[in-house]
Structure formats: structure tokens, C-alpha cells
């Protein structure tokens, strides 16, 4: 496309864009006033419906359940994507780093690098179960548990090296994490079925508010999202991981 | 207080992801979008979005640097 026509493509779209952007802001209510009365529906009804203290993962795992379980499917393609992507394609081969200095040791890290990887990743996976078992109770929840899992598999490899951390992370477990995990959110949202109410029901006992065990199927769902999240982002970051350390294009 | 605080996170914000976009290079523009990300984060529990932020540094400042920085180091690879 010429430049004199992207420039009267521009003229024309861009009073359109200026006119339906500025008609939807002019409709949205004003910033931070009032609050819609579902919202006050919601966190008036739910602590007491669903014995939560944490009203969002109600809202993302009860009363919106079958969203989450969409965006579970929409995270387990894209996962599934970026593997068929990023496969070694047929000019492409697998090498380990060292094989291209067969003679030269790699030097191991320091051991202060090394401590700090060891003490890192044992926090982040005790902060990532904490988040992932507290969705009921406070801020957080499967997903943002599941990523800082993945995360702690980051760690060590900054700290240690691409064969070590290949051993963490054995490619069909995590493959079976993510499939598990997604399959169990539709387990669970089974179960509702199976107790004769309606798909995703909180058919579970509700506990006491408050309580670690407390909520239904709220937690029992943050776990397998917490699970498939884990497996999933752990795959993203060894596919990409592989494509920058180990595979290259084949010499003719 | 809690308007100034709201404030403060918008001027992040803004002042930030103008940074985003007036970085050239791939490689800083990383790092500056996990500043921006931060600039969210707490844009979002300024408001009181406790759970929003958590996935926000999460995404902001594990998922997206990770990736961008990778995929930088294969493409770079490949010129050589």
C-alpha cells in the first residue's frame, strides 16, 4: 500500500475510532464512584452462600465457574500451540551445549549462586502452595499459585545448569500435569452432575468461614487450576528454554 | 489519602508505559515493561483489586520477561 493511501485509510478511521471510542467513555460510570449493585449483591450474599472470605475466587470458581473453566481450556491450546510451534523441525537438531567444546568443563556456579537457587525455589514453591491453598481465604488462587510453581523451576536453572533442571522437569510429567489438571476442573464440575444438581454445583460440604478447608469446591478447583497452571507454564518456559540452549539448525 | 495513593499509581502508570513505548532497543524494552507491569500491579491494589494484581506481577513481571528474553537470545543466536 502506498503512503498518500495508508494516509487516507488513517484520515478516514480515525475520526470513526475517535467517535465510537468517545461515545462508549462517555457511557461508563465515573471513576471509582459508585458501586453496581450486583458487586454489593455479591459480597453481601457470597461470605454467606459459599463461607468464604475471599469473594473474587467465589465469584471465578462458583458463581462464574464455567468462564474459568473456558479460560482452563483457553491456557491448556495455548500451551498446546506453542509445543507444536516450537518443535525441532526437520533441519533442525538437538545439541547440549557442551558437546561444541567436548574438552572444556563448564564451570560450575559459585556457591553462593548455588545457595541462593536452593533457598529461592524452596520459597517459592512453600509461596506457591500457600497461594494456591489460600484462594478461598485471601487474595490469590490457582492461577497466580500455579505461575509462581513454574517460577520456582526458573530458579534452578539459574542457579544450576540445562541438564540439571531437565531432571526437575521431565517433559511427559508436566504434560500429564497440565491434561490432569484441566480434566479435573471438568471432574469436578462433574460431580455437581452426578449429585443431581446443575454442572459445577457446589455440591461439596462448606466448612467453617474461615477455615483452611472451607468453601466446597472452591479450593478443590484452585487446586486443579493451581496443578494444570504449574504444568503449563513450566512447558512454556522448557519449550522456550530449548529453542535458546539446545536447538540449532543442522550444518549442511 | 487513599485518592493520592489512586494518583500516585496513575502517574506510574502513565509515566511508565510512555517509557515502554520511547524504548527502542528489544532487549531494555524488556526490562522497562516489567517496570510498567509493577506500575499495574499496583495501580490495581491501590483500587483494592487484591486478586487482579497478584496475576498482574505474576503475568507482568515471571511470564512475559521470561519469554521476551528467551525468544531475544534464540534470535540473536541465529545472526551470529
Redesign the interface.
Known amino acids: 500500500m502506498s503512503r498518500r493511501a495508508r494516509l487516507a485509510l488513517f484520515a478516514a478511521a480515525a475520526p470513526a475510532l475517535a467517535v465510537t471510542l468517545g461515545a462508549g467513555l462517555a457511557g461508563l460510570p465515573s471513576f ?1 464512584g459508585q458501586i453496581t449493585s450486583y458487586a454489593r449483591m455479591l459480597s453481601e450474599l457470597a461470605p454467606r452462600q459459599r463461607h468464604i472470605t ?1 469473594v ?2 467465589a465469584i471465578s470458581f462458583d458463581y462464574r465457574g464455567i468462564d474459568t473453566l473456558f479460560e482452563e481450556f483457553i491456557l491448556l491450546s495455548a500451551v498446546a500451540g506453542i509445543s507444536v510451534l516450537l518443535r525441532p523441525l526437520s533441519d533442525e537438531t538437538r545439541q547440549l551445549p557442551e558437546d561444541k567444546a567436548p574438552d572444556r568443563t563448564i564451570p560450575p556456579p559459585s556457591p553462593a549462586v548455588w545457595l541462593l537457587a536452593v533457598f529461592l525455589s524452596s520459597m517459592l514453591v512453600l509461596t506457591g502452595i500457600e ?1 494456591i491453598t489460600h484462594g478461598q481465604l ?4 490457582g ?2 499459585g500455579g ?2 510453581l ?2 520456582a523451576l ?1 530458579v534452578v536453572y539459574l542457579g544450576t545448569n540445562y541438564v540439571t533442571v531437565e531432571r526437575f522437569q521431565p517433559a511427559p510429567l508436566l504434560e500429564a500435569y497440565d491434561g490432569v489438571g484441566a480434566f479435573g476442573y471438568v471432574f469436578i464440575g462433574l460431580l455437581g452432575l452426578l449429585a443431581g444438581a446443575g454442572f459445577l454445583s457446589n455440591v461439596v460440604g462448606l466448612g467453617v468461614t474461615g477455615n483452611l478447608i472451607s468453601g466446597g469446591t472452591i479450593p478443590l478447583l484452585n487446586l486443579v487450576v493451581g496443578v494444570e497452571v504449574a504444568g503449563g ?1 513450566a512447558i ?2 522448557s519449550e ?2 530449548d ?2 540452549a539446545v536447538i ?2 543442522r550444518r549442511r | 489519602m487513599s485518592e493520592a495513593v489512586i494518583a500516585v499509581a496513575l502517574v506510574w502508570v502513565a509515566a511508565s508505559g510512555t517509557a515502554v513505548v520511547l524504548t527502542r532497543d528489544p532487549l531494555r524494552q524488556a526490562f522497562v515493561a516489567g517496570f510498567f507491569g509493577l506500575a499495574l500491579a499496583f495501580l490495581y491494589l491501590s483500587l483494592q483489586a487484591g486478586d487482579v494484581a497478584l496475576s498482574q506481577i505474576v503475568v507482568g513481571a515471571i511470564a512475559l520477561p521470561l519469554i521476551v528474553l528467551l525468544s531475544l537470545a534464540k534470535v540473536r543466536k541465529g545472526r551470529e
Request: no cysteine; glycine share 12%.
Open positions: 471509582g475471599d473474587v475466587s497461594t485471601t487474595p490469590g488462587g492461577f497466580q505461575v509462581i513454574a517460577s526458573y507454564f512454556l518456559a522456550f528454554l529453542q535458546t540449532r539448525t
